[in-house]
């Protein structure tokens, strides 16, 4: 191309010059022109062909998006399979190779189970963006989750198929019911294998007393009253028990004894079997040890097995049964069934019954003897109160030690050797299953090192035998569903004696995912249901309205879960982390140095991180920085002492239950904590919060996402003095504002519908003056729980009858300024009061008047204490028709209406004490002559207890020799 026209010849003035200049601008102008056209069009096809490669890309990607989607699908419905595996592989566990093989499956259940959980908060982000067209956010994922051709989900995917086939492949789906080897679980008998029983006299006379056997029982005098009873039962025996349906048990009697294992049930029933006056009292006795399973059939062989070989040969069920029903027809029987679990009660108790079919016919005295570690099955069987039988006291249990480490040589006792015997013994917790593990132990060596070694030893520690008290408590766990053994074992990363609450463990189950969803149930009352099958089955205590595990059972939850929970007790305990811990307590009272904490975040699949360790320095924001920025599948976190949430806490995307607490001093939450879409619950004590998240408090313009945190579901605020607002997510069912003098009522809950709020507890609220400003109706339709403590200023409660619908439980404690005049709630079931103020009518807690109790048709239990000034409730039981318990104490109170308790046909339980006031329970007469005749038709009581009562009655229930005890009924 000419740029620009021949020139010819030469410049010979300025006006040529000028010309060429305006030629030469000429040209440059058009190929600028041209030029620009070109790179226009240039530009333009660059740009549609980028866009034609990004829709293309994208296109692509949200195809691999939903084969991921697909993918992940099939990976969750492997899961439930893959459970059931787990729990048969479970029973074999003690096998080195299926534990090798179950541990590497337990780790690529956990990784599945967080990958899909990581999905989901992806789910959950596009729902609470409010963008539910965009693919965005499931690309994000599919880009963490894959690199070049490798896929996470289906790698995960391929290693639960391998390891699933490598067990199956070992038979485990062979097996028609779980079951321990013989070698694990030994059979049990009626000949005791201990030469002395200690300790248990009262015991012995306790069953014996139960199994109707007479002080004296002569073999002459017994026929004599058997024929007798024959004679007079004739009439009420059906002759063929097949024919009739009806599966009431009315000739004998069932009598459970309950406890821990290794306490000694099975001993107690062996030397009930083989007492003398047991054995002259029945024509027959029966041993079975149930064990594996409660068959039927099998159990039905082995009683016919203990008087006649040839009858158990038979194989069908009818005719087994026809043969026991017509050797027992006329028997007096003992029936022993040794160790019964739960499954002795499925197909809703069917099982139970029919193996009862064939004893309907006994002679009129039988018993059935059941031991059990569960309280389900003695609540279940029982026809007389369950004996509940603990550990040995005291010099009986040391006695016992002595025998089990020196046998009949234990008279003499080096007294070095006894001090630290003694200080053994309270770490058995009275087991006699315990102090024979521990007795061997000691036989090895008879010298004061090796029992010091012993001493500072943990138990779980030691190398265990097949009649030890791990593998038996072992079993106790092993016979949990999976659900249940992943809750307790879980347990293991608190400390012993650790006081367990109900509602925060159920919270934090159902944070890690334990608790399995079941239909509209809600979920929480699944997790409660949990807790109540371990309290049970006897792996929890109630120990002062808390909860508590034995230490030997908390020896076995750390024994099952060593390769997953771990807790930090020195500093020198970091270096014994197993590298697949997933749950992390840190307890030490020591210091602890920055660079160990920081060298937590190599534990990458840490679901669990409780810190309860007061870390003041300042090094500490790092430590959480890093935490938060490679512990990323941590669902629940508790932290005592911390300075500030760092901004990177927004990347645990799996954090359900978040706990801070005491020491930590921040005032606020960072921006990024909106994006835990899954935070479920948020407790904050004592600490310097000036706000929360926009999730909690709309008032807060500064926050842009307000209801991200919809899941949040328990909120608890104690001692946070300087927070003045807040609002909830509509989800929320419990919360707990204590200690927030400052908050103002009006934004205490706004413009939601809180129609899933069950729990409320209003503690040390000091300016709290109307529980109705702060609760207005539309907020309380579901409400159940409503504990008021210590408001100093609060005045006014509600007193409609529609205010609380669903209410059933209310505590009213140190709040003396109220002065409502009553509170009407006809789904009431518990009413606790204790210095209530002027709650009801003129109460005071100086001058009550009940006029409130007796509307409350569904009430089971009532407390009134610290109400001084009470002098009578004559007039206000009214209409208590479920009442169960009555406790009063601390009053001053006059007189009883006996006229009215002798009406409550469920009451259980009263209890007065410290009313020193007390004259009369009757107006005239003689307190032991009217005893009979005031207590006939209280025929569910079971327990009256009266302590420091002073007055005339006081000294009528001395001359009957009852004043300051308490009595079972």
Same mark, same amino acid.
């Given at each position: 191309?000419?740029?620009?026209?021949?020139?010819?010849?030469?410049?010979?003035?300025?006006?040529?010059?000028?010309?060429?200049?305006?030629?030469?601008?000429?040209?440059?102008?058009?190929?600028?022109?041209?030029?620009?056209?070109?790179?226009?069009q240039?530009? $333009?096809?660059?740009?549609? @062909?980028?866009?034609?490669?990004?829709?293309?890309?994208?296109?692509?990607?949200?195809?691999?998006?939903?084969?991921?989607?697909?993918d992940?699908?099939?990976?969750?419905?492997?899961?439930?399979?893959?459970?059931?595996?787990?729990?048969?592989?479970?029973?074999?566990?003690?096998?080195?190779?299926?534990?090798?093989?179950?541990?590497?499956?337990?780790d690529?259940?956990?990784?599945?189970?967080?990958?899909?959980?990581?999905?989901?908060?992806?789910?959950?982000?596009?729902?609470?963006?409010?963008?539910?067209?965009?693919? *965005?956010?499931?690309?994000?994922?599919?880009?963490?989750?894959?690199?070049?051709?490798?896929?996470?989900?289906?790698?995960?995917?391929?290693?639960?198929?391998?390891?699933?086939?490598?067990?199956?492949?070992?038979?485990?789906?062979?097996?028609?019911?779980p079951?321990?080897?013989?070698?694990?679980?030994?059979?049990?008998?009626?000949?005791?294998?201990?030469?002395?029983?200690?300790?248990?006299?009262?015991?012995?006379?306790?069953?014996?007393?139960?199994?109707?056997?007479?002080a004296?029982?002569?073999?002459?005098?017994?026929?004599?009253?058997?024929?007798?009873?024959i004679v007079?039962?004739?009439?009420?025996?059906?002759?063929?028990?097949?024919?009739?349906?009806?599966?009431?048990?009315?000739?004998?009697?069932?009598?459970?004894?309950?406890?821990? #294992?290794?306490? #000694?049930?099975?001993?107690?029933? *062996?030397?009930?079997?083989?007492?003398?006056?047991?054995?002259?009292?029945?024509? @027959?006795?029966?041993?079975?040890?149930?064990?594996?399973?409660?068959?039927?059939?099998?159990?039905?062989?082995?009683a016919?097995?203990?008087?006649?070989?040839?009858?158990?040969?038979?194989?069908?069920?009818?005719?087994?049964?026809?043969?026991?029903?017509?050797?027992?027809?006329?028997?007096?029987?003992?029936?022993?069934?040794?160790?019964?679990?739960?499954?002795?009660?499925?197909?809703? #108790?069917?099982?139970?019954?029919?193996?009862?079919?064939?004893?309907?016919?006994?002679?009129?005295?039988?018993?059935?003897?059941?031991?059990?570690?569960?309280?389900?099955?003695?609540?279940?069987?029982?026809?007389?109160?369950?004996?509940?039988?603990?550990?040995?006291?005291?010099?009986?249990?040391?006695?016992?030690?002595?025998?089990?480490?020196?046998?009949?040589?234990?008279?003499?006792?080096?007294?070095?050797?006894?001090?630290?015997?003694?200080?053994?013994?309270?770490?058995?917790?009275?087991?006699?299953?315990?102090?024979?593990?521990?007795?061997?132990?000691?036989?090895?060596?008879?010298?004061?090192?090796?029992?010091?070694?012993?001493?500072?030893?943990?138990?779980?520690?030691?190398? $265990?035998?097949?009649?030890?008290?791990?593998?038996?408590?072992?079993?106790?766990?092993?016979?949990?569903?999976?659900?249940?053994?992943?809750?307790?074992?879980?347990?293991?990363?608190?400390?012993?004696?650790?006081?367990?609450?109900?509602?925060?463990?159920?919270?934090?189950?159902?944070?890690?995912?334990?608790?399995? =969803?079941?239909?509209?149930?809600?979920?929480?009352?699944?997790?409660?249901?949990?807790?109540?099958? %371990?309290?049970?089955?006897?792996?929890?205590?109630?120990h002062?309205?808390?909860?508590?595990?034995?230490?030997?059972?908390?020896?076995?939850?750390q024994?099952?879960?060593?390769?997953?929970?771990?807790?930090?007790?020195?500093?020198?305990?970091f270096?014994?982390?197993?590298?697949?811990?997933?749950?992390?307590?840190?307890l030490?009272?020591?210091?602890?140095?920055?660079?160990?904490?920081?060298?937590?975040?190599?534990?990458?699949?840490?679901?669990?991180?409780?810190?309860?360790?007061?870390?003041?320095?300042?090094?500490?924001?790092?430590?959480?920085d890093?935490?938060?920025?490679?512990?990323?599948?941590?669902?629940?976190?508790?932290?005592?002492?911390?300075?500030?949430?760092?901004?990177?806490?927004s990347?645990?995307?799996?954090?359900?239950?978040?706990?801070?607490?005491?020491?930590?001093?921040?005032?606020?939450?960072?921006?990024?904590?909106?994006?835990?879409?899954?935070? *479920?619950? +948020?407790?904050a004590?004592?600490?310097?919060?000036?706000?929360?998240?926009?999730?909690?408090?709309?008032?807060? =313009?500064?926050?842009?996402?307000? $209801?991200?945190?919809?899941? +949040?579901?328990?909120?608890?605020?104690?001692?946070?003095?300087?927070?003045?607002?807040?609002?909830?997510?509509?989800?929320?069912?419990?919360?707990? =504002?204590?200690?927030?003098?400052?908050?103002?009522?009006?934004?205490?809950?706004?413009?939601?519908?809180?129609?899933?709020?069950?729990?409320?507890?209003?503690?040390?609220?000091?300016?709290?003056?109307?529980?109705?400003?702060?609760?207005?109706?539309a907020?309380?339709?579901?409400?159940?729980?409503?504990?008021?403590?210590?408001?100093?200023?609060?005045?006014?409660?509600p007193?409609?009858?529609?205010?609380?619908?669903?209410l059933?439980?209310?505590?009213?404690?140190?709040? =003396?300024?109220?002065?409502?005049?009553?509170?009407?709630?006809?789904?009431?079931?518990?009413?606790?009061?204790?210095?209530?103020?002027?709650?009801?009518?003129?109460?005071?807690?100086?001058?009550?008047?009940?006029?409130?109790?007796?509307?409350?048709?569904?009430?089971?239990?009532?407390?009134?204490?610290?109400?001084?000034?009470?002098?009578?409730?004559?007039?206000?039981f009214?209409?208590?028709?479920?009442?169960?318990?009555?406790?009063?104490?601390?009053?001053?109170?006059?007189?009883?209406?006996?006229?009215?308790?002798?009406?409550?046909?469920?009451l259980?339980?009263?209890?007065?004490?410290?009313?020193?006031?007390?004259?009369?329970?009757?107006?005239?007469?003689?307190?032991?002559? %009217?005893?009979?005749?005031? @207590?006939?038709?209280?025929?569910?009581?079971?327990?009256?207890?009266?302590?420091?009562?002073?007055?005339?009655?006081g *000294?009528?229930?001395?001359?009957a020799? @009852?004043?300051?005890?308490?009595?079972?009924?």
């Amino acid at each position: 191309m000419d740029i620009l026209p021949p020139t010819i010849g030469v410049i010979s003035g300025i006006n040529e010059c000028v010309s060429l200049f305006q030629q030469v601008r000429s040209a440059v102008s058009s190929v600028r022109s041209r030029w620009n056209a070109t790179n226009m069009q240039s530009h $333009q096809e660059d740009v549609e @062909l980028h866009s034609r490669s990004d829709s293309q890309e994208q296109a692509l990607q949200e195809d691999e998006v939903l084969q991921l989607q697909s993918d992940l699908r099939d990976l969750r419905d492997t899961l439930p399979v893959v459970y059931s595996l787990i729990d048969l592989a479970e029973w074999r566990n003690h096998e080195q190779c299926v534990a090798k093989l179950l541990e590497k499956l337990k780790d690529a259940v956990y990784e599945a189970e967080d990958l899909i959980d990581e999905f989901a908060w992806y789910e959950l982000k596009v729902s609470a963006e409010g963008n539910a067209t965009s693919v *965005q956010p499931y690309i994000d994922f599919f880009r963490s989750v894959t690199r070049g051709r490798f896929n996470k989900v289906t790698d995960i995917h391929k290693r639960l198929t391998n390891r699933s086939g490598d067990l199956k492949d070992m038979g485990l789906l062979r097996q028609v019911s779980p079951r321990f080897d013989k070698a694990v679980r030994p059979e049990t008998s009626s000949f005791p294998t201990e030469t002395k029983i200690f300790g248990r006299e009262e015991e012995v006379k306790q069953v014996i007393k139960c199994l109707g056997v007479p002080a004296k029982c002569g073999r002459t005098n017994s026929k004599r009253k058997r024929r007798s009873a024959i004679v007079e039962s004739a009439s009420n025996q059906v002759n063929n028990i097949h024919g009739n349906n009806e599966t009431i048990i009315t000739n004998f009697s069932v009598l459970p004894i309950v406890g821990l #294992g290794g306490v #000694g049930k099975t001993t107690l029933a *062996q030397n009930i079997c083989n007492h003398p006056q047991v054995k002259s009292h029945f024509d @027959l006795i029966i041993w079975i040890c149930v064990s594996d399973d409660f068959d039927v059939k099998r159990l039905t062989k082995e009683a016919i097995q203990s008087y006649s070989e040839r009858d158990a040969v038979k194989d069908n069920l009818n005719s087994l049964q026809n043969s026991l029903a017509i050797k027992l027809k006329t028997k007096r029987l003992l029936l022993v069934l040794d160790d019964m679990w739960d499954d002795a009660l499925k197909k809703n #108790g069917q099982c139970w019954e029919r193996f009862c079919v064939p004893l309907k016919n006994v002679l009129h005295g039988s018993m059935i003897l059941v031991t059990t570690r569960s309280q389900n099955v003695a609540d279940r069987v029982h026809t007389m109160d369950p004996i509940k039988l603990e550990g040995l006291k005291d010099d009986v249990f040391w006695d016992f030690f002595k025998h089990s480490v020196f046998g009949l040589n234990s008279s003499q006792v080096e007294p070095e050797l006894e001090r630290i015997g003694r200080n053994i013994l309270p770490k058995l917790m009275g087991s006699p299953l315990a102090a024979k593990t521990v007795g061997r132990l000691l036989q090895i060596s008879i010298d004061t090192t090796h029992w010091e070694n012993i001493l500072n030893s943990e138990l779980w520690d030691l190398e $265990q035998e097949e009649t030890d008290i791990l593998p038996a408590l072992r079993l106790s766990y092993i016979y949990l569903p999976l659900h249940l053994k992943r809750c307790f074992s879980f347990c293991a990363v608190y400390p012993k004696d650790y006081k367990f609450q109900k509602q925060s463990l159920a919270e934090i189950w159902i944070a890690e995912g334990f608790v399995e =969803p079941r239909g509209d149930i809600p979920i929480e009352n699944i997790g409660h249901r949990y807790f109540d099958d %371990l309290v049970n089955r006897s792996f929890f205590e109630k120990h002062r309205g808390t909860y508590v595990i034995h230490d030997l059972l908390h020896d076995m939850a750390q024994l099952v879960s060593k390769d997953e929970c771990f807790t930090i007790k020195v500093q020198s305990d970091f270096q014994k982390i197993p590298p697949s811990v997933r749950h992390l307590s840190i307890l030490s009272s020591t210091k602890i140095d920055r660079d160990s904490l920081l060298s937590l975040s190599r534990y990458k699949k840490l679901r669990t991180l409780l810190c309860n360790k007061s870390i003041r320095s300042m090094a500490l924001a790092s430590v959480m920085d890093r935490w938060c920025t490679e512990l990323l599948c941590i669902r629940v976190f508790l932290c005592t002492s911390m300075r500030e949430f760092p901004e990177s806490i927004s990347n645990l995307k799996h954090l359900r239950y978040l706990e801070v607490s005491w020491s930590c001093t921040f005032n606020s939450f960072p921006s990024g904590f909106c994006n835990l879409y899954n935070l *479920q619950a +948020l407790y904050a004590k004592n600490c310097k919060l000036e706000c929360l998240p926009s999730d909690l408090s709309e008032s807060l =313009p500064s926050w842009s996402h307000p $209801q991200n945190m919809r899941n +949040l579901k328990s909120l608890s605020l104690y001692g946070c003095n300087s927070l003045k607002a807040i609002s909830v997510s509509r989800n929320l069912q419990h919360i707990n =504002p204590n200690e927030m003098p400052e908050v103002v009522a009006d934004n205490m809950l706004v413009d939601n519908s809180f129609s899933s709020l069950v729990d409320v507890v209003i503690e040390k609220c000091e300016n709290l003056a109307s529980l109705e400003q702060f609760l207005p109706p539309a907020f309380v339709p579901a409400i159940k729980r409503l504990p008021i403590i210590d408001c100093e200023s609060l005045e006014l409660i509600p007193t409609k009858t529609w205010y609380f619908p669903s209410l059933e439980e209310l505590k009213v404690c140190n709040c =003396p300024k109220i002065t409502s005049q009553c509170l009407l709630a006809l789904s009431l079931k518990i009413l606790g009061l204790d210095n209530p103020g002027n709650l009801g009518g003129d109460i005071k807690c100086s001058s009550l008047s009940l006029s409130i109790i007796g509307k409350f048709p569904l009430l089971t239990h009532l407390t009134i204490e610290f109400c001084h000034n009470l002098h009578t409730v004559d007039d206000h039981f009214l209409y208590l028709p479920a009442i169960q318990s009555i406790r009063i104490t601390c009053c001053n109170l006059l007189s009883l209406p006996t006229q009215r308790l002798g009406g409550f046909p469920f009451l259980k339980y009263l209890d007065i004490s410290w009313c020193s006031g007390l004259e009369w329970l009757w107006n005239s007469g003689n307190f032991s002559a %009217l005893i009979p005749s005031y @207590l006939e038709n209280l025929t569910s009581l079971k327990s009256l207890e009266m302590d420091q009562i002073t007055g005339e009655m006081g *000294q009528e229930t001395q001359d009957a020799g @009852l004043k300051g005890s308490g009595a079972d009924c």
